[in-house]
T-cell receptor, first 114, second 113 residues
Framework: AQSVAQPEDQVNVAEGNPLTVKCTYS??????LFWYVQYPNRGLQFLLK??????LVKGSYGFEAEFNKSQTSFHLKKPSALVSDSALYFC????????????FGAGTTVTVRA | EAQVTQNPRYLITVTGKKLTVTCSQN?????MSWYRQDPGLGLRQIYY???????DKGDVPEGYKVSRKEKRNFPLILESPSPNQTSLYFC????????????FGDGTRLSIL
């Protein structure tokens, strides 16, 4: 069975500082990894994905993520956080091209203080 | 505008009273899915559909039904709702290719008293 762990329920950073949201996964086969963001009273919005190729993936709003196969991790990063980045972030995984089940982590609440 | 539309957005009802949450997408997507979101548990998949008349169970299908008679619509049916189905529900769609991200609706908050 596949699973995703987001070890931190909350991440607090000051505006302008780097932001990291951690994600580790467990899946058989090559993983397809996704990050989504959820703002209050809204659905999830896609940020970025890793399918294959370069381990560093760039996405929307200045976010990037690094795939590390040996550590089974896919941490989300932003070099300089904004107050508007405050939201709930979800990591999700699929077990490759023939897997249509998307498993989500429990989510990490990011608060960026001015 | 590409979107996934859910109705209603909010519903308070009582135990045992059948309800349907509608979901419609305008992107001609083959794949559609329902999730429920509960604090500390993230999103859990209820049912998904690969195409018209093709549906399958997700992680938490008990107490729910779905149908896919048209490509654009994927309603979620609670035949006899119970309080443990109080949750925030999301519908999502994507193309068939599993490397594509899903597009989510804005959610339906259900309260079963």
């Amino acid at each position: 069975a596949q699973s995703v762990a987001q070890p931190e329920d909350q991440v607090n950073v000051a505006e302008g500082n780097p932001l990291t949201v951690k994600c580790t996964y467990s899946v058989s086969g090559n993983p397809y990894l996704f990050w989504y963001v959820q703002y209050p009273n809204r659905g999830l919005q896609f940020l970025l994905k890793y399918i294959t190729g370069d381990n560093l993936v760039k996405g929307s709003y200045g976010f990037e993520a690094e795939f590390n196969k040996s550590q089974t991790s896919f941490h989300l990063k932003k070099p300089s956080a904004l107050v508007s980045d405050s939201a709930l972030y979800f990591c999700a995984v699929r077990g490759g091209p023939n897997d249509y089940k998307l498993s989500f982590g429990a989510g990490t609440t990011v608060t960026v203080r001015a | 505008e590409a979107q996934v539309t859910q109705n209603p957005r909010y519903l308070i009802t009582v135990t045992g009273k059948k309800l349907t949450v509608t979901c419609s997408q305008n992107m001609n997507h083959e794949y559609m899915s329902w999730y429920r979101q509960d604090p500390g548990l993230g999103l859990r998949q209820i049912y998904y559909s690969m195409n018209v008349e093709v549906t399958d169970k997700g992680d938490v299908p008990e107490g729910y039904k779905v149908s896919r008679k048209e490509k654009r619509n994927f309603p979620l049916i609670l035949e006899s709702p119970s309080p443990n189905q109080t949750s925030l529900y999301f519908c999502a769609s994507s193309s068939t290719y599993s490397n594509q991200p899903q597009h989510f609706g804005d959610g339906t908050r259900l309260s079963i008293l």
